[in-house]
């Protein structure tokens, strides 16, 4: 009978045992963000989905839109994406790891956003496409040049959306209540002077001069307007097309201030509800109004003088 090398068995127990647990020790998840970034170091942050792109970068520690246009954006947009960006987190064992899934989780180049993060050294933290979760609780991700699919613990999809719109501040104006001293307002059929005389309005309204108490509805409305005016969007490189009309607008405004930093503002309608509108002149960007802010400043004389 052979004789049993007792041993050699134990010896081949251990390493076996030894290479059982090392491959567990392997496979073992562990929780990290996935986009493992200093926020202090991000330079920029790029989103693209299909045809819409936006980057986004820190011009001395503030943040901008510098493409597709150079624009000032949401304070609260880009602070919620780098929250979310920096905070989301994920397993460090995939959920797929093949090519055929990526439609599934939808971080197919088509179905994704991919989003880039840049560090201030110029190189590339990560960049990864973002895809729709299963559910409104989560979101699926993907590296660039990797097949290997995570799940996020947040869903971070409206975060990354690249809608210029969404992220441009449409707040273009704050004037402080206190420094507007006038409003020369011309229409194609009248035009009106409101002077601001301590503690009493005087409007000529086409040669006719009344006076408009300070608390007035309608010319609190007006002052309103330029204290925080804000449009519903913008018309980028589209000065030549109306350039003409802007030469004889619908209707100009000029807000005077205490310090004779005048403000100019041009209107032109486009139909029934809409208004283009210029600044001061500038010809890029020209802002997109609805006709009740049209309205708003031509107050009849009667609501002047209620």
Do not use: C
Not at 79 to 106: F, G, M, Q, R, W
Not at 231 to 257: M, Q
Not at 270 to 290: C, G, I, R
């Amino acid at each position: 009978m052979y004789k049993i090398n007792y041993k050699a068995i134990i010896i081949l127990v251990i390493v076996a045992s030894i290479y059982v647990f090392s491959k567990m020790g392997k496979t073992q998840a562990e929780v990290v963000k996935f986009f493992d970034v200093d926020s202090l170091k991000v330079a920029s942050i790029s989103l693209e989905s299909g045809e819409d792109k936006l980057v986004l970068s820190k011009l001395n520690d503030e943040w901008k839109l510098t493409s597709p246009v150079e624009a000032d954006i949401k304070i609260s947009k880009i602070d919620n994406l780098l929250k979310k960006l920096l905070t989301v987190k994920t397993s460090t064992l995939p959920i797929a790891e093949s090519a055929s899934s990526h439609d599934k989780y939808n971080v197919s180049d088509s179905l994704s956003t991919l989003v880039t993060v840049t560090l201030n050294d110029g190189n590339v933290a990560k960049s990864a496409y973002i895809g729709k979760g299963s559910n409104s609780q989560l979101s699926y991700a993907r590296e660039v040049d990797s097949d290997n699919v995570y799940q996020l613990d947040q869903n971070i999809m409206w975060s990354i959306k690249p809608d210029l719109k969404s992220w441009r501040e449409n707040n273009i104006l704050k004037l402080a209540k206190e420094s507007i001293v006038g409003f020369d307002i011309a229409s194609k059929d009248r035009k009106m002077m409101l002077v601001n005389n301590d503690s009493l309005w005087v409007n000529n309204d086409n040669g006719l001069s009344y006076n408009v108490k300070t608390n007035n509805n309608a010319l609190a409305n007006i002052v309103n307007k330029f204290t925080n005016l804000r449009v519903n969007d913008f018309y980028d490189n589209e000065f030549a097309s109306y350039a003409t009309r802007l030469n004889n607008p619908d209707l100009s405004v000029v807000v005077r201030t205490t310090d004779h930093n005048d403000t100019l503002i041009k209107l032109i309608s486009l139909d029934d509800s809409t208004y283009l509108m210029q600044l001061n002149d500038q010809q890029s960007p020209l802002y997109k109004v609805n006709s009740t802010f049209y309205d708003s400043l031509l107050p009849s004389q009667e609501d002047l003088t209620k």
